[in-house]
């Protein structure tokens, strides 16, 4: 099985089926939707099917890269078409494969207009996501990681809110500025190593000096994408304006990307550099967490305040990932994968009663409880997952970050643990004006509650949700061995960079 092409396979499936959506006929406007919709499915199903393969085939003794299918592509530049898979991707591309599904099947009743472009719209986006994590050369990942932008502004400039045009705009200029600075650095370290291979360059050797421009020209492109503080702004606004679908992606995926690019590249790459700016990073991860939580609490709009609380929990995972040691970077990768479920399924939990009531506004709520219980539990599980309850996801990456980041620095952990406090307030707030109460408004006494739909989405959902939580070996087991070996490749940077500031220098 490990001699297929797995990972081409999984990476363009999608963009078959998104050929086979614009090939989709019926004898009416109403059939091509539905038969859309099918397509778009059991495509997306497919994918899960191959990404579901490739886990059950890795080798989990290993730090190499696996499933590698190599080809030349530009050899007059020695560019090459370069899939590979290690502990730190594997569960990324399963991730973007699990929430597929989920966004068509949210998608199936709310989206009534270009159905047919909606979906190609998800299917091309689906295949650059595995892209992006599954390339290692550094020209293929950055064609997967900007043209991913395309789908996304489409998504939010077409099927999103009132301001989507302006959202949408906003999302595509921060996170492209940021991009050319990321192909400044791109062609700097092509120029200097002669390749774009990534695992050759990380183990090139970059000159101390040169290694701090490059981390900088980096962190402008992955800050963004994360989004770490102050280059958050762009992102409540689009998940405000984007359709449900549209935030369990952006949430679930798209913002592990940048914390992705510091895995793959920054930290590996540029060790001297990650250790010399750590303090820069735990600086913005603390503000990020304690400030972008104060802001929720302020907020009365659901889809708002599930946004502020994905930058509090995207500080977390950056903390965890400059700590350089083991707990801290399984931690940081963890509660990237915890995140993306979690916040994923608390869009989905708005988006279930913005259907019913076209409202996002939390005062338009309460006492969901007597007419919707299925929806209530299903929302209570996912809010205590975000608060980090002991038996869910959420409590293991929180967990191991926070014991990685005490060993690094105990004022850090001391700080990112205000967020866990201040993440309580505002979910439990959260879930009890809209969840609790007296049933007092007379539009909510008809209110459906989950329909066999929607708890066919949130049932595979809260699943992972308690899997990862009570059985995190599942998924940690794998990442060991290839986190083991970035902590070895930072660990001679982080004892340098010490001595050289013990002696003054």
């Known amino acids: 099985m490990s001699q297929w092409p797995l990972l081409s396979l999984a990476t363009f499936l999608p963009l078959v089926g998104a050929a086979f959506v614009l090939l989709t006929r019926g004898d009416n406007a109403e059939a091509v939707a539905r ?71 949210c998608s199936w009743d709310s989206i009534r207009t270009r159905v047919r472009e909606y979906m190609i719209a998800f299917l091309v986006m689906e295949s650059f996501i595995i892209g992006v994590f599954c ?93 770490m503080w102050p280059f958050h702004t762009w992102l409540p606004d689009a998940h405000v304006e984007a359709p449900t679908a549209g935030s369990v992606i952006l949430a679930g995926i798209l913002l592990k990307m940048g914390a992705y690019g510091f895995l793959r590249f920054s930290l590996p790459m540029l060790p ?15 503000v990020a967490i304690i400030y972008t939580s104060l802001v929720a609490l302020m907020q009365e709009d659901m889809k708002k305040l599930i946004a502020y609380s994905s930058v509090a929990h995207m500080g977390f995972v950056t903390i965890g990932l400059f700590t350089m040691n083991q707990q801290g970077i399984e931690g940081g990768l963890f509660q990237m994968l915890s995140h993306g479920v979690v916040s994923a399924a608390l869009f989905l939990v708005v988006g279930v009663v913005y259907d019913r009531m076209h409202s996002r506004l939390i005062a338009t709520y309460g006492g969901l409880v007597h007419r919707m219980p299925r929806y209530a539990l299903v929302f209570m599980v996912f809010m205590l997952a975000s608060v980090g309850l002991p038996g869910t996801s959420g409590f293991i990456g929180e967990f191991l970050v926070l014991v990685g980041a005490f060993q690094a620095n105990t004022w850090v952990a001391f700080l990112a643990t205000t967020g866990i406090v201040l993440g309580a307030a505002y979910m439990l707030w959260l879930y009890r004006r809209v969840v609790f109460g007296d049933l007092v408004k007379a539009e909510l006494k008809s209110i459906s509650d989950c329909n066999r739909r929607e708890m066919l989405f949130f049932v595979p959902l809260v699943a992972a949700v308690l899997v990862m939580g009570i059985w995190p070996e599942s998924l940690l087991d794998a990442m060991h061995v290839s986190v083991a070996n970035l902590v070895e490749q930072t660990a001679a940077a982080n004892e340098a960079v010490s001595f050289a500031m013990r002696e003054g220098r």
């Not at 397509?39 to 085939?57: E, N, P, Q």
């Not at 020209?139 to 939010?156: K, S």
């Not at 001297?272 to 603390?286: G, K, Q, T």
């Open 272 to 286: 001297e550099a990650s250790v010399y700016f750590s303090p820069l990073v735990y600086s913005l991860s603390i």
């Open 35 to 105: 038969n859309t919709r099918y397509v778009a499915l059991w495509t997306s199903f497919v994918v899960l099917v191959v990404v579901l393969l490739i886990w059950a085939a890795f080798d989990t003794t290993t730090a190499e890269f696996q499933f590698v299918e190599r080809a030349p592509w530009i050899p007059a530049f020695g560019i090459e078409f370069y899939l590979g898979v290690d502990g730190i991707s594997l569960f990324l591309i399963l991730l973007t494969a699990f929430l597929v599904p989920v966004c068509i099947l």
């Open 135 to 227: 390339a290692l050369d550094f020209v293929l990942f950055y064609l997967f990681f900007e043209a991913m932008l395309i789908p996304m502004f489409l998504i939010i400039g077409i099927w999103g809110g009132p301001r989507r045009i302006y959202s949408a705009f906003k999302f595509f200029l921060y996170t492209l500025v940021g991009s050319v600075l990321l192909l400044v650095a791109v062609l700097t370290m092509y120029f200097e190593a002669g390749t774009t291979s990534i695992p050759d360059l990380m183990n090139w050797g970059f000159d101390e000096d040169l290694q701090r421009w490059l981390w900088l020209a980096m962190f402008a492109s992955f800050a963004v994408k994360v989004p």
